[in-house]
């Protein structure tokens, strides 16, 4: 995979974690299955991609909205959170995004913007070795609304103390690019990694 990065002189780099950073997704979708096991409720591979960047507790809700279910939303993401916090040593990391935060750490102003909880966004970032790189970390902790709204990416460029039009944003779904575009920023695209069947 090689990134476009768009003409420009950006003055800070605001990177997506899942997804963009940190292959996790297919970590991420395996908690799932364990914990909706239980509950008889189905979310198929192609949904599950489609609701990348989507805050746990609010998936929850989307699957009892669509299957007529009344899984215990807190309880159903915690379970689901606890579970993936597990499998967090297998992170795999996405190499060229992951050297891009070398090669531009110590240079520009680097901030991660993640609809995850601070726990593990903080032990996904250790599991790949580079959380003392970013001088921002933002989880779904620090702001009101999540991706598609831009309060993630401007809360990271507020902390960084770089106006949004001057961060360029790394995000792997429609949610985090459509979030980047209303908060004023370029954006890259970070396609999944290539399976092996």
Not at 5 to 14: N, Q, R, S, V
Not at 91 to 106: S, Y
Not at 173 to 185: E, H, K, L, V
Request: aromatic share 8%; net charge negative; hydrophobic share 45%.
């Amino acid at each position: 995979m090689k990134l476009q990065l768009p003409p420009g002189d950006f003055a800070a780099y605001i990177f997506d974690c899942d997804g963009t950073l940190a292959d996790t997704m297919p970590l991420h979708y395996k908690a799932w299955l364990a914990v909706l096991k239980d509950h008889g409720c189905d979310f198929p591979e192609a949904f599950f991609y489609e609701l990348g960047g989507v805050p746990t507790e609010n998936i929850v809700q989307i699957l009892n909205e669509r299957h007529g279910r009344a899984m215990p939303v807190k309880e159903t993401a915690a379970i689901k959170d606890e579970m993936f916090i597990q499998m967090i040593p297998q992170t795999m990391p996405i190499e060229p995004v992951v050297d891009l935060v070398h090669q531009f750490h110590g240079v520009k102003p680097l901030a991660v913007a993640s609809g995850g909880k601070c726990e593990i966004v903080m032990k996904t970032l250790n599991a790949l070795g580079i959380l003392g790189m970013f001088q921002a970390i933002v989880t779904v902790e620090d702001y009101r609304s999540g991706k598609p709204a831009p309060d993630p990416f401007l809360e990271a460029a507020r902390q960084l103390g770089i106006a949004p039009e001057k961060c360029l944003v790394f995000e792997d779904t429609t949610a985090g690019i459509t979030a980047a575009r209303a908060a004023n920023m370029q954006w890259v695209l970070v396609e999944p990694p290539t399976r092996k069947a």
